[in-house]
């Protein structure tokens, strides 16, 4: 059956993650068949064990089922284009790194090779596998340009292509691009559109499926059943998947901690970090411009820094004047106290920049900078985005949360047999909230995970106090319906 399915973009996917990812097309569509299959198997025999209409079984397993293939048969194309703002981000720094290299006379095999031994997430390693097929007696340019056709960044292929081409027909590269990277800004743009309304899906999803959840255990006199308490780790996986697609601790066009040991510094250093190093690559752009060495320059705007980039201009500066060190040493040593992995690789390019030529180094550092300046104020209209959304998202915790509370207490009165019959379902005493115990611990459980994700997705400060309101708002809307109906 695989092998009948054609899919471009899933053959594309399958060739992009090669160097991490040991699939083929036909296994992943095989995959995808047997799991729908057997989930479908599965929620046929599970859903006609709890004693639910045949009905009502078939379509809910086709939905799951549906569900479940479309999900992994899509996981690898959807894993691609999640990295594509991250490849195109990093598309202009390695377009730098293969101009300086041809700047100083290199071969296009040494241009491989540096990117090859940076920190590029997912391109380095990539480059590394092409400088074994290179081993092998494959030509670089073709190595390249395969490598850039199975690539989901245009902004990526379209500079390995005019990389080859320039080389081909002895051109500079210069002046085949400008070295900006549009793509990236556009899908950047295009995601912070999206994101609003994104944010209250995910966040209306996470708060109205339990309610509806209530209300259908209610309906079928469910409440007092102990399989209800099966569905609170249903709820805590949904509010985890869901508010994971926005609490990620790195935005890709932020930068990414330099250390990834465990004790990480927190993106807020990390971003104010980079802005200061935005900064002093103005400053240091406008008087390389001038004429000044890398060394006089830094040492004349050391007074304009702020102290994130104090803190590693100064040692750098103590290497040269005291230790005597070279200006690569002392460039080396601020690289390595650098939180953010990009600044620690620009700090690396300004000297192999200024080894060339300190006043083209000062002319294209000036621009590098303009472009970053400008990328960071659209990455942090995603940060005001979410700011704006953080009133909104608490609100439905908190009302939802209430909702629940309100709907638990009446779930002995909602069962469609005491609607239509003599009163609440078979076994409740009318007296203690003791008998709908399993649904109010799954809906407690529930209230607390919604309180904690959300406050997590939007970036609000103590998540688990939050959830814990929830909870209690929950509660308190249990406890208050209970008395009115007389059932505490």
């Not at 995808?32 to 599970?46: D, K």
């Not at 820094?305 to 005291?322: C, D, F, G, K, Q």
């Not at 550092?365 to 009133?391: D, P």
């Amino acid at each position: 059956m695989a092998r009948r399915v054609e899919n471009k973009e899933l053959a594309k996917a399958v060739v992009f993650l090669a160097p991490s990812m040991r699939i083929s097309e036909e296994g992943v569509v095989a995959a995808s068949y047997l799991s729908s299959f057997a989930v479908l198997l599965l929620s046929t025999t599970s859903l006609f064990l709890i004693g639910l209409h045949p009905l009502a079984v078939v379509p809910l397993s086709l939905i799951l089922a549906a569900l479940v293939y479309y999900a992994v048969s899509n996981y690898p194309i959807s894993l691609m284009n999640r990295n594509k703002l991250l490849l195109s981000e990093e598309a202009d720094l390695i377009y730098e790194q293969f101009v300086l290299v041809f700047q100083a006379g290199g071969t296009i095999f040494d241009a491989i090779e540096m990117v090859a031994q940076s920190d590029h997430p997912l391109l380095s390693n990539a480059f590394q596998e092409i400088l074994a097929r290179i081993g092998d007696g494959v030509p670089p340019e073709t190595c390249l340009i395969e490598f850039a056709n199975n690539q989901p960044s245009e902004d990526l292929r379209r500079y390995f292509i005019a990389i080859v081409s320039s080389l081909e027909r002895k051109t500079d590269v210069l002046e085949a691009l400008s070295g900006e990277s549009f793509e990236a800004d556009m899908v950047l743009r295009q995601k912070n559109l999206e994101l609003e309304s994104r944010l209250l899906v995910v966040a209306a999803l996470s708060t109205y499926l339990p309610i509806m959840l209530t209300l259908a255990v209610s309906l079928g006199g469910l409440a007092a059943s102990a399989y209800v308490l099966f569905l609170a780790p249903v709820f805590v996986i949904l509010n985890l998947l869901m508010a994971s697609r926005f609490s990620r601790s790195f935005s890709a066009y932020f930068d990414r901690p330099r250390d990834s040991s465990v004790l990480i510094s927190s993106q807020r250093e990390i971003i104010a970090e980079y802005d200061e190093f935005l900064n002093f690559l103005l400053l240091l752009g406008e008087r390389l411009s001038t004429g000044d060495t890398l060394e006089v320059a830094i040492d004349e705007i050391r007074g304009s820094l702020n102290p994130e980039m104090e803190r590693l201009i100064t040692p750098a500066l103590e290497s040269v004047y005291h230790r005597h060190e070279s200006v690569s040493e002392a460039f080396e040593i601020a690289a390595n106290l650098a939180l953010g992995q990009r600044v620690a690789n620009m700090l690396r390019m300004v000297v192999s920049m200024c080894e060339i030529s300190a006043v083209e180094a000062g002319e294209r550092i000036s621009r590098i900078a303009s472009r970053l300046v400008k990328r960071s104020s659209v990455a942090k209209e995603r940060e005001s985005i979410i700011a704006a959304q953080k009133v909104k998202v608490y609100l439905l915790c908190y009302t939802s949360a209430a909702v629940m509370g309100l709907l638990a207490s009446l779930s002995p009165f909602l069962h469609i047999g005491a609607i239509l019959g003599p009163g609440p379902f078979p076994g409740f005493t009318g007296s203690t909230l003791l008998d709908i115990l399993p649904l109010i611990t799954t809906l407690g459980i529930a209230s607390l995970s919604m309180g904690y994700q959300n406050t997590r997705m939007v970036g609000g400060a103590r998540p688990l106090i939050a959830g814990f309101l929830c909870l209690l708002m929950f509660w308190i809307s249990l406890v208050l319906s209970g008395l009115m109906l007389g059932i505490v």
